[in-house]
């Protein structure tokens, strides 16, 4: 909680001298609030002399005046609050200003509400918590805080232009202080210059004890340079640090100490990515039981052997507090064998891959053929199926047991897996069959901006898709393309065939279903396709379709769809927007 220290006394004046009496009648507070009664000689008149020396008091009265002022202000309702009260909203104040890597870091811009009057500069100057903000960039106002902060907990900031000539004394000041410094931010060419070491003026810092730190960023300047291991910090030994941020860097054993680390960034260049074997990953990960947020750019994994036939699979590492991964730009392969080793039964999970194919045909995708017990991809309720045929991409995304998730898969240049719309049937079936989706109660197929015919679809390839979602409910149908091969017409001949052995429908408590820009399908064949299923005992209690024959109708009674009324409870012509899963923005680093 934030204190001050006892505020000093307003100090009083001294007892008025013994002078004559006329100066002291002339004098009196009466006389002063009433100019009317001053009697002072030749007044507005022509230069005379002032035998009271009444005119070399306007000094004493000035101060009179102010000590007046911060009276009337302490009667103001506002001094009502106690010191530690309004010390309390001024750090929250300043909590907008805490903002390492902002240019006004560490200018004490914040000290206009000092200027207000007497009592709030007295409160701030003597409040340790707001003079927290150290940057070389500014070394009058960085000395200042170490003076005035106390013993409060500090944020130390490198400037990137530091070098040192302008910043020794700082560095040196903090190097006494590093007990309490509980954010430190470097710019990562200090770490890694042009010679590969760190740099003359941090260099007794960084191998300095720091055994409060919370927060460790390297953060990045440039674009040139090489990434690069970080070199042990601080001895390695850092028991309370909780965040890592590094950019053109990445963790090894022994660098940090992982044992309190809620947050690991590992970010690499465009040009020049990170490479990290998988197994030291895994390392990092078993050494931080309460991480919670893993987020990588521009970095790849690469694998380790795998096990031979007969040595044990290797162990399970359990992350109950892991509520975030966030990986980009991955090996399909790699992403599936990190996901396989981890139980993350809590977990947002948004992952990038390079689609890839095995010897036998099947793809991989980033996710394990089979999910552990308690598997945050366990019993998914919604799921989103969106090509990008175009780009060669496919968005998969969705909500399981509560926590959000995407797979963003696409077929890298120069493979030979063939263009998505070829793949595109076989791939999702894939999907079904490695997803938990017995649970799945919304579906949304969509294809995007894309002229070409899909040709991987077919209707035994849907039926065995569907077969998969025995809890479907709602099925939304989403195209913006010419051709419709794959899409609607083939999905609702696959719902309208009964099975060859068991005679029954697929998807039996389907009770909706939204369609846009179907160029296929008349009202006559989705009053037969509801009418078959209605026979069946699965009636559809809701179809909203959104299709160019109707774009210009405003009133149903227009149009030939109220037959459908007969066996479908509602129809519509306004299918709803379907939102796309919602992640967290990426913070910048």
């Given at each position: 909680m934030?204190?001050?220290?006892?505020?000093?006394c307003?100090?009083?004046?001294?007892?008025?001298?013994?002078?004559?009496?006329?100066?002291?009648?002339?004098?009196t507070?009466?006389?002063?609030?009433?100019?009317?009664?001053?009697?002072?000689?030749?007044w507005?008149?022509?230069h005379?002399?002032?035998?009271?020396n009444?005119?070399?008091?306007?000094?004493?009265?000035?101060?009179?005046?102010?000590?007046?002022?911060?009276?009337?202000?302490?009667?103001?309702?506002?001094?009502?609050?106690?010191?530690?009260?309004?010390?309390?909203?001024?750090?929250?104040?300043?909590?907008?200003?805490?903002?390492?890597?902002?240019?006004?870091?560490?200018?004490?811009?914040?000290?206009?509400?000092?200027?207000?009057?007497?009592?709030?500069?007295?409160?701030?100057?003597?409040?340790?918590?707001?003079?927290?903000?150290?940057?070389?960039?500014?070394?009058?106002?960085?000395?200042?805080?170490?003076?005035?902060?106390?013993d409060?907990?500090?944020?130390?900031?490198?400037?990137y232009?530091?070098?040192?000539?302008?910043?020794?004394?700082?560095?040196?000041?903090?190097?006494?202080?590093?007990?309490?410094?509980?954010?430190?931010?470097?710019?990562?060419?200090?770490?890694?210059?042009?010679?590969?070491n760190?740099?003359?003026l941090?260099?007794?810092?960084?191998?300095?004890?720091?055994?409060?730190?919370?927060?460790?960023?390297?953060?990045?300047?440039?674009?040139?340079?090489?990434?690069?291991?970080?070199?042990?910090?601080?001895?390695?030994?850092?028991?309370?640090?909780?965040?890592?941020?590094l950019?053109?860097?990445?963790?090894?054993?022994?660098?940090?100490?992982?044992?309190?680390?809620k947050?690991?960034?590992?970010?690499?260049?465009?040009?020049?990515?990170?490479?990290?074997?998988?197994s030291?990953?895994?390392?990092?990960?078993?050494?931080?039981?309460?991480?919670?947020?893993?987020?990588?750019?521009?970095?790849?994994?690469i694998?380790?052997?795998?096990p031979?036939?007969?040595?044990q699979?290797?162990?399970?590492i359990?992350?109950?507090?892991?509520?975030?991964?966030?990986?980009?730009?991955?090996?399909?392969?790699?992403?599936?064998?990190?996901?396989?080793?981890?139980?993350?039964?809590?977990?947002?999970?948004?992952?990038?891959?390079?689609?890839?194919?095995?010897?036998?045909?099947?793809?991989?995708?980033?996710?394990?053929?089979?999910?552990?017990?308690?598997?945050?991809?366990r019993?998914?309720?919604?799921?989103?199926?969106?090509?990008r045929?175009?780009?060669?991409?496919?968005?998969?995304?969705?909500?399981?047991g509560?926590?959000?998730?995407?797979?963003?898969?696409?077929?890298?240049?120069?493979?030979?897996?063939?263009?998505?719309?070829?793949?595109s049937?076989?791939?999702?079936?894939?999907?079904?069959k490695?997803?938990?989706?017995?649970?799945?109660?919304?579906?949304?197929?969509?294809?995007?901006?894309?002229?070409?015919?899909?040709?991987?679809f077919?209707?035994?390839?849907?039926?065995q898709?569907?077969?998969?979602?025995?809890?479907?409910?709602?099925?939304?149908?989403?195209?913006?393309?010419?051709?419709?091969?794959?899409?609607?017409?083939?999905?609702?001949?696959?719902l309208?065939?009964?099975?060859?052995i068991?005679?029954?429908?697929?998807?039996?408590?389907?009770?909706?279903?939204?369609?846009?820009?179907?160029?296929?399908?008349?009202?006559?064949?989705?009053?037969?396709?509801?009418?078959?299923?209605?026979?069946?005992?699965?009636?559809?209690k809701?179809?909203?379709?959104?299709?160019p024959?109707?774009?210009?109708?405003?009133?149903?009674?227009?149009?030939?769809?109220?037959?459908?009324?007969?066996?479908?409870?509602?129809?519509?012509?306004?299918?709803?927007d379907?939102?796309?899963?919602?992640?967290?923005?990426?913070?910048?680093?």
């Open positions: 934030a204190t001050v220290s006892a505020l000093p307003i100090p009083l004046l001294p007892p008025p001298e013994d002078t004559e009496a006329p100066s002291q009648t002339r004098l507070l009466t006389h002063l609030l009433n100019p009317n009664l001053w009697d002072l000689p030749e507005n008149g022509p005379t002399t002032d035998p009271h009444i005119a070399e008091k306007v000094d004493s009265l000035d101060q009179s005046v102010a000590l007046l002022k911060r009276y009337r202000n302490s009667l103001r309702p506002i001094h009502r609050l106690s010191p530690d009260i309004l010390a309390l909203v001024f750090v929250d104040l300043v909590r907008d200003y805490d903002v390492p890597l902002s240019s006004t870091f560490g200018s004490c811009s914040w000290t206009y509400f000092a200027h207000v009057c007497y009592r709030w500069r007295a409160i701030a100057l003597a409040c340790s918590s707001l003079w927290t903000q150290v940057s070389t960039r500014y070394p009058d106002a960085a000395l200042t805080c170490l003076e005035r902060s106390v409060a907990p500090l944020t130390f900031v490198v400037d232009q530091a070098n040192v000539t302008n910043s020794k004394d700082i560095v040196d000041r903090i190097l006494t202080q590093m007990s309490r410094v509980h954010r430190i931010y470097i710019p990562w060419m200090h770490l890694h210059g042009d010679d590969g760190v740099s003359q941090l260099s007794t810092l960084i191998d300095a004890p720091a055994p409060n730190l919370e927060t460790f960023h390297l953060y990045h300047v440039r674009n040139d340079g090489k990434c690069f291991a970080l070199p042990p910090i601080f001895g390695g030994n850092t028991p309370r640090l909780s965040s890592l941020k950019c053109y860097s990445y963790p090894r054993m022994g660098c940090v100490t992982y044992t309190n680390l947050e690991l960034y590992i970010r690499g260049r465009k040009r020049d990515l990170i490479t990290m074997e998988l030291q990953l895994l390392q990092i990960l078993e050494a931080a039981p309460v991480l919670e947020v893993l987020l990588t750019v521009k970095a790849r994994f694998m380790n052997d795998q031979e036939d007969g040595e699979p290797p162990r399970q359990r992350l109950d507090n892991l509520r975030r991964i966030d990986i980009a730009r991955c090996s399909a392969s790699v992403t599936t064998s990190l996901l396989s080793r981890l139980i993350i039964p809590n977990c947002h999970l948004r992952i990038s891959v390079w689609l890839e194919r095995r010897s036998d045909f099947r793809f991989l995708f980033g996710i394990p053929d089979s999910l552990s017990e308690g598997h945050s991809l019993n998914i309720r919604k799921l989103q199926v969106a090509y045929s175009a780009a060669g991409g496919v968005i998969i995304g969705g909500m399981a509560g926590h959000p998730f995407q797979v963003i898969a696409t077929v890298a240049q120069g493979t030979d897996i063939g263009d998505m719309p070829t793949v049937g076989p791939l999702l079936l894939h999907i079904a490695t997803l938990d989706l017995s649970q799945l109660e919304e579906f949304t197929i969509a294809e995007t901006q894309y002229y070409h015919p899909h040709i991987g077919s209707k035994e390839i849907w039926q898709v569907l077969t998969q979602m025995s809890s479907l409910r709602t099925l939304h149908i989403r195209l913006q393309n010419i051709t419709d091969s794959g899409f609607c017409r083939v999905i609702l001949s696959a309208s065939t009964p099975d060859a068991t005679g029954k429908l697929t998807c039996p408590l389907l009770e909706t279903i939204t369609v846009v820009d179907d160029k296929t399908w008349s009202s006559l064949q989705w009053w037969r396709f509801a009418k078959a299923r209605k026979a069946q005992g699965h009636a559809l809701r179809l909203s379709l959104c299709m024959h109707y774009e210009n109708v405003e009133d149903m009674a227009d149009t030939d769809l109220t037959e459908l009324r007969e066996v479908v409870e509602n129809v519509d012509l306004d299918p709803p379907i939102p796309d899963v919602e992640f967290p923005n990426n913070p910048v680093w």
